[in-house]
């Protein structure tokens, strides 16, 4: 684990270099939110021109401010920068922010910049945040290096951002809601440290609870899943990433100067790692706050408590959405209810205690809710009403729920006279929302990552009887070629283990006759040339031959009307391969993914897997079991599993081709596409059909 | 139009039935709130026991108080209501609130005081709004009935809720926020006006611009569809609807005590009316208010100015997620942009001009985008900077913005840094929402309403050659049975024009030979037997018989090896069918919903109707283009239009099929469900190849 990150939020000094007198500057707001909250350490101005600023020593370099500095804050213009770097690291500095912008997101010659300064930092091993961010903030040491005006409460979140405008108006979103942060780290263009350093730190850091991530991407994918599946089974990842669709991936790469990849591969690194991924802003702080805190739920009832039927009905909606269910109270916990709440009150949940609904009411209800053992998290609702007073309810809550075996969640409708209960919920750990179908979300959310922590560890699949010399000789022999026909790719997949309907090649009538007795008959025959990609286009594919002269008689009928249609492809002979039994089509293919290598996709077979896109992707290595999620991620996963009362097929067959053709990838990175279209599932066993590899 | 709610909204006097003069209780709540927003109208308190309250004097009986006085508002003990109602008829008063509750929500007993009020009501031509609700307010009227603390801004959104919870809920959120309503209606039990009263009332009421609903259920769907399609042409309807799932419904109906009915039909009734629907609380009022006062889309390509990336990618996902476009600018308006923002700034779309924007510069471009032949819509993005100050951004957008041609939403990402912002932007009717996400989902609502203001009026298809007798004469033939089989169900179809496959019954070997030899080879023979529905389960279906012999022996061969495995069934004889061509299956469909009536179900053939559940619903009666939407809302509709340069297939039949079925049903309300599966669709024409019908 990477503990040299702690310098950038609990460091013993900190030099602010380019700190202003001027108070428009945004040097002098740093500087001044450095004496705003706490910080203990040395905090040393370093300005040429000035003598002291807001009460502290100003210094005209680095090298004359004394120990103790574990850190220095860059605000200078972007040319200046590298000398400046050199001074910190001559000074001893091993750790530097760089607020300043001018780098690669303006273009070549600030990336040009860029590498000059990340040369500097290897040169002195020193670690860099930035340039163009917005730097970083500890609730617990005080640290600000930060412009942003206020700072949120103390808390659990841990908030990573790439962005520091999301990062700075989230804060200016949340200072007054009691939303409790422990620290926030703005890493803008991630020269060094990037978004996965900061993981590990967060993971380690005792503060943190939960580890929020606003992301625009992620660079080293392979890097971000492994640290990922090593922190998610402590603590929860909650994950936003901005360009999930073609027009958000293209404002991030004009944004950042970089390419986004598919969000295909990023939703399955998510998925294969544990990352909660948040659908927006509010969502990443909705769910964050709830795991701060709250114990995860051991199961999906749970019980509402509420003085209004409608918000009830909406959070029951937003509930069944997510995976959760509304849990069956006992009776004897319905007897307990019927004998103290209002006459009128519906005792089934939602508990509904109507309007007039008092503190000690709402006590005694989520204490018999809690206590259900057929519930495994509550939800309170109050609706403000001219009589009650939302805050002594709050108080009741936060003494019911103060044992913390089953999550407790709030909704209090409103905002005006709703915020003192916020205050006092927040501050004991209580989300509260405004709105009822937010609960619904966010307990959907804890009750998928309760499910992760619960799944045994990462191992990814191994096999041993794969050919991988033999597989690299025919790659070898395919040097130039840009794509490999079925000739190649048959040896190929055989090298490694993949299942292939029986077949031969041959290259003559008689051959073709001679080959189909041996395999058995019916057979089809498949045209070989390297000039022709589409068989079926161009006549190359005939199916069900049932004899030697029906072979003999295709064979020839095949190579004469595709010489007449393409006069200059060379042809080969072709390929006799068994005609396979019935089953149901799949594919199972592979793309590189430029920031997480192999993306393994499963889909159904034929005409359906574009007209449905019933596909779902995983990036390689995966284990057995996630191949087995995938499939079961697809509509394809229920025809296979023995769709109304059909023999299901061999699953594990395919999750069988699925692992070996992911080690292919892994093994050969010039493989940039492959394709099995169709692998035939049957009942026992799968074969493929036709495969497809494009070479990089 | 129903002008008669007018006496709910702006009385000329209103007399508080049970005013208190206790300041705890609701009706002094109520009074006090009568009193406070500027009514010019008499208010009069009704209360024996008191002589004046609040400063008013104090009536011991309806009957004293002094005209002018148009609306009652009742809140006494639910027993207590039916004298006072009688009293309130006696005195004249055609208007009536009641908030009290302990009516059909309790039980059976309050539910026949309900029919008791509800009677009296008739009986003096009055018309209610409740009971077990809390009233009404109005903006420009200054009236409030209500017991909610504090009062909206006024602005243009007409609130409805069912729930009287869930208003008080907004009423309290939005308070502070600026957001503008006309009037707010919560309607209770709806003993008698109804949501739909409310929205006939609000679509001719000057300030309402926006018509917005929060329902839990509509008991007359055809009325409210009717009324909503004269509404929406010209005043927008967004609505909230709880219970959209199982949890959702059954929390709604042990709530209200009403079925809620399948949101299936909801959801076809809001497509085909123009409403709106909103997901959740605050997606109901995100749209409103944009609604309100900004002028609709006339295209999809939207201009994002903003002054950091981040969020500008988060707005591009949500853009693409709801079906809009990043605008192209013109070379023109880039070329401007250039020449005046930051030299870093981004000027293609989105426009970044960087964290140091100012004022002037948000000016400029958000003029140079709006004046942009290809944007339709504008999106402006501020997220807080130490130095520039939201408020000027905020003048100078609502200065830009001012001819109201097209569009302009704005995000200001923060709290506490733009509450001043988001006051000057509300009071000018720029909505200004915190999060970037949200104005992309807001934009694709208006752009759906903008498409749908743009549709040809509603006209139900209309078809003369149908033969109502004749189906008449089947279905009263029918009689006690629960099923048709499709020996009954073929010239029921035939009687409406659906086509169907060349079929004859024959009741020997010989008589089934010889129909085939008139409908031509291959044929097919089902059995016909009122005992048997599923007819292949029991050898009742032979496919594909191709000469008079081998048609002779299959009738032996089933009728005997029925009636071995089935001896006690009845077999009438055979149904010979000739064999259809090759084509694409569908399904057509209809079941009766409770509150809309017929509602029309198509989807895919096959197996891949339960593995996708790839099916589209409309309420009948309906249009042609409403018959075609619903078959190009599935993947099946995109196979039928030609998929993968195929021929199409011939659509218009499918049409043809929707509107003949929902004529059907809607003429013979005994039919509680039908459904043609499959019908087999060709490249001209269609053909049902078996039906199935279930008669209440």
């Known amino acids: 684990m990477q503990h040299g990150l702690k310098s950038f939020f609990a460091p013993r000094g900190v030099a602010i270099i380019g700190a202003s007198a001027t108070p428009n500057k945004l040097s002098y707001g740093i500087l001044r939110n450095m004496t705003l909250y706490g910080y203990q350490g040395q905090i040393a101005p370093v300005n040429p021109k000035a003598d002291q600023i807001l009460g502290l020593k100003c210094y005209p370099d680095i090298t004359s401010v004394p120990d103790p500095l574990d850190l220095a804050v860059i605000v200078l213009p972007a040319p200046a920068i590298p000398a400046t770097l050199e001074a910190c690291g001559q000074r001893g500095i091993r750790a530097v922010i760089i607020i300043s912008g001018g780098f690669k997101e303006v273009g070549e010659q600030g990336a040009a910049l860029e590498r000059q300064i990340l040369e500097i930092a290897s040169r002195y091993q020193m670690r860099l945040i930035g340039p163009n961010c917005v730097g970083t903030l500890d609730l ?21 951002s790439q962005s520091g405008a999301v990062g700075g108006g989230v804060v200016d979103y949340i200072r007054d809601k009691f939303i409790g942060f422990a620290n926030f780290a703005s890493l803008g263009n991630e020269a060094d440290i990037t978004e996965t350093d900061v993981i590990e730190y967060l993971s380690e850091e005792e503060h943190t609870r939960v580890i929020a991530v606003y992301v625009e991407m992620i660079r080293d994918g392979q890097r971000f899943m492994q640290a990922a599946r090593r922190v998610t089974p402590q603590k929860p990842i909650v994950l936003l990433k901005a360009g999930r669709t073609g027009a958000g991936a293209r404002a991030v790469s004009s944004h950042t100067g970089s390419l986004a990849g598919s969000h295909a591969a990023y939703r399955a690194a998510f998925q294969q790692s544990g990352v909660i991924e948040a659908q927006t802003v509010s969502d990443l702080f909705d769910i964050s706050m709830a795991l701060a805190h709250q114990p995860l739920p051991q199961g999906n009832r749970v019980a509402i408590i509420t003085n209004a039927g409608g918000p009830a009905a909406l959070l029951s909606d937003s509930l069944a959405e997510n995976g959760l269910q509304i849990a069956d109270l006992e009776e004897h916990t319905r007897s307990a209810l019927r004998g103290r709440l209002n006459p009128a009150a519906q005792v089934a949940n939602p508990i509904d205690m109507l309007g007039g609904a008092e503190p000690p009411e709402y006590e005694f209800a989520l204490q018999q809710a809690l206590a259900d053992p057929n519930v495994d998290a509550a939800v309170v609702i109050l609706v403000p009403q001219a009589l009650v007073n939302p805050l002594e309810v709050a108080e009741k809550i936060i003494h019911v729920s103060g044992s913390r075996q089953k999550p407790v969640l709030t909704c209090f409708m409103g905002e005006w006279s709703v915020q003192q209960a916020r205050q006092r919920l927040h501050s004991s750990g209580i989300p509260m929302y405004v709105f009822p179908e937010i609960p619904g979300r966010v307990l959907g959310a804890m009750l998928q990552y309760a499910r992760w922590r619960q799944q045994s560890e990462f191992e990814a699949a191994q096999f041993n009887e794969f050919d991988r010399a033999a597989a690299a000789q025919i790659l070898g022999q395919a040097g130039g070629q840009e794509a490999l026909g079925e000739a190649q790719t048959r040896p190929l997949f055989e090298a490694y283990g993949i299942p292939l309907v029986a077949g031969q090649a041959a290259h003559s009538p008689e051959e073709a006759a001679e080959a189909a007795r041996r395999l058995g008959f019916p057979v089809a025959l498949k045209i070989i040339s390297p000039d022709i990609l589409h068989k079926s286009d161009f006549g190359g594919i005939r199916l069900n031959l049932n004899d030697p002269q029906e072979v003999r008689t295709a064979y020839q009928e095949m190579m004469e009307s595709i010489a007449n249609r ?38 159904l ?34 025809l296979l599993s023995g769709f109304r009362g059909e023999e299901p097929y061999d699953l594990q067959a395919v999750v069988d081709v699925i692992l070996r053709l992911s080690q292919l990838a892994l093994d050969f990175p010039q493989i940039a596409e492959m394709e099995i279209n169709p692998l035939r599932v049957f009942r026992q066993g799968a074969l493929a059909l036709d495969g497809r590899i494009i070479l990089s």
Chains 1, 2 share one sequence.
Do not use: C, W
Not at 567 to 590: C, H, N, S
Not at 617 to 630: C, H, I, N, S
């Open 140 to 160: 617990y040491s005080g640290l600000n290096t930060t412009f942003i005006q206020g700072v949120p409460e103390r808390g659990g979140i841990g908030f990573i």
């Open 566 to 603: 393409l006069p200059q492809a060379r042809l080969e002979g072709v390929l006799v391969e068994r005609m396979a039994d019935k089953g149901q089509e799949v594919i199972i293919g592979m793309r590189r993914d430029p920031n997480f290598g192999p993306l393994i996709m499963f889909g």
């Open 605 to 638: 077979g034929g005409v359906y897997v574009e007209l449905f896109g019933d596909v779902s992707f995983r990036v390689a290595p995966l284990t057995r079991r996630e191949a087995l999620d995938m499939i079961h991620q697809t509509h394809a996963g229920k």
